[in-house]
T-cell receptor
Framework: ETGVTQSPTHLIKTRGQQVTLRCSSQ?????VSWYQQALGQGPQFIFQ???????GRGNFPPRFSGLQFPNYSSELNVNALELDDSALYLC???????????FGPGTRLTVL | EDQVTQSPEALRLQEGESSSLNCSYT??????LFWYRQDPGKGPEFLFT???AGEEKEKERLKATLTKKESFLHITAPKPEDSATYLC?????????????FGKGTHLIIQP
């Protein structure tokens, strides 16, 4: 059974640029949730995709957007990057929208 | 608003010295409480889910318990490889977002 994978591992961008992060869910899972984890903090919920539809959103601005594909993989897009967007971005998959969430290794984004 | 507070922020123990980590929560109807382990620079690793007060789960040297206001993660005779940050998260029973609300974590160091 393949676990959750994310790409890229690390990314460096400059302020104002746009970035796309990718996530492949665990086999048999149809739900993907995205989190932002700043250094020394717990992960913060960005949004969740269930069967290709956004199922809920945390307190993040519209410049954070996403997609889920028919194979249940997902993308997180962030426009107009700000310095405070520097963080570890985590993707988690689950069997359904309320199931236990299993995390990928994360993408470390640095905004200069 | 759902809240999770973990204590202590950091804990240093000698190998074999048992202790407990605390997770206090306020949530509008608990669907589940989750414990994760996170190593530096990696994604959280799922440990336990607890659904109702009085429930207990065990895995090797770890035991998680749940009351109506808090959860404890008991570590018995820890080893250096148990060193990590332990995260607690809650999921609320509500319509809309099914994301997890995390605490900041307890950074645990086990000295040989």
């Amino acid at each position: 059974e393949t676990g959750v994978t994310q790409s890229p591992t690390h990314l460096i961008k400059t302020r104002g640029q746009q970035v796309t992060l990718r996530c492949s869910s665990q086999s048999g899972h149809n739900t993907v949730s995205w989190y932002q984890q700043a250094l020394g903090q717990g992960p913060q919920f960005i949004f969740q995709y269930y069967r290709e539809e956004e199922n809920g959103r945390g307190n993040f601005p519209p410049r954070f957007s996403g997609l889920q594909f028919p194979n249940y993989s997902s993308e997180l897009n962030v426009n107009a990057l700000e310095l405070d967007d520097s963080a570890l971005y985590l993707c988690a998959s689950s069997k359904d929208s309320i199931g236990e969430q299993f995390f990928g290794p994360g993408t470390r984004l640095t905004v200069l | 608003e759902d809240q999770v507070t973990q204590s202590p922020e950091a804990l240093r123990l000698q190998e074999g010295e048992s202790s407990s980590l605390n997770c206090s929560y306020t949530v509008s109807g608990l669907r589940g409480l989750f414990w994760y382990r996170q190593d530096p620079g990696k994604g959280p690793e799922f440990l336990f889910t607890l659904y109702s007060a009085g429930e207990e789960k065990e895995k090797e040297r770890l035991k998680a318990t749940l009351t109506k206001k808090e959860s404890f993660l008991h570590i018995t005779a820890p080893k250096p490889e148990d060193s990590a940050t332990y995260l607690c998260a809650v999921q609320a029973r509500k319509g809309g977002a099914d994301g997890l609300t995390f605490g900041k974590g307890t950074h645990l160091i086990i000295q040989p």
